[in-house]
């Protein structure tokens, strides 16, 4: 695994023998990177180079005034994050292509990653392909958005069936209207356990597969 910058955005890297493409992963709120080492390196084990992405004010890019934003407004600080995350995916697509990382290309977002997911898909024509995980198209307290703005964009969404932190009925509703494909995961709260987690992650890379044939 490797270490780099694309765009505004530090990276780890882990690269395929025979890469299909490539999936930029966006992990959760209060983590990093390198908390989802495991899953790059899952991704990259099934023929995916894999680029892990720091958020804003995360891992090497961490703000100590971060915490108390959060604290003091969390709608105001949630809405600036993942504008400004979904931003710079464009950016980081150009870097992925300046280090040689081959399309065609697919964003994975985990919780506050998956938001920002949303937020990019569809913004570069590279970013139509998205695995959003227990994440929404729908910021809290804002009316939903027209699904249109995402129309031809292929999204395999994974929520849970009993999330208290992210509620799965507005991203049913999107993903309905695009064509897509969601999948509950029956029984399991946002932190979903372990168990269920490797089996949504081989849901994703079988569905990676057959989406890009």
């Not at 490797?2 to 493409?21: H, M, Q, R, T």
């Not at 703000?63 to 995916?89: C, I, M, S």
């Not at 985990?110 to 998205?130: Q, V, Y």
Request: glycine share 12%; with cysteine.
């Amino acid at each position: 695994m490797d270490s780099d910058w694309f765009g505004p955005a530090p990276v780890l890297i882990s690269e395929a023998a025979d890469p299909k493409g490539t999936v930029l992963l966006m992990h959760g709120q209060g983590a990093d990177a390198l908390a989802n080492a495991k899953e790059l390196a899952l991704l990259a084990g099934a023929g995916w180079n894999a680029v892990g992405i720091d958020a804003p004010e995360h891992g090497r890019r961490f703000d100590t005034a971060r915490d108390e934003r959060w604290a003091q407004d969390e709608p105001a600080a949630l809405a600036a994050h993942v504008e400004q995350a979904g931003a710079e995916l464009p950016d980081i697509v150009d870097g992925a292509e300046a280090r040689g990382l081959v399309g065609p290309y697919a964003l994975a977002g985990i919780s506050l990653g998956a938001f920002s997911l949303w937020r990019g898909l569809g913004t570069d024509e590279r970013l139509c392909t998205g695995l959003p995980i227990l994440g929404s198209p729908v910021m809290p307290g804002e009316p939903a958005p027209a699904p249109s703005q995402w129309k031809g964009c292929r999204v395999l969404a994974q929520n849970a069936e009993h999330d208290q932190v992210v509620p799965i009925g507005p991203t049913e509703a999107v993903v309905s209207a695009l064509g897509g494909t969601l999948h509950v995961i029956a029984g399991s709260p946002h932190r979903v356990p372990e168990l269920e987690w490797w089996a949504l992650w081989g849901r994703a890379l079988s569905w990676l597969d057959q989406t890009n044939r």
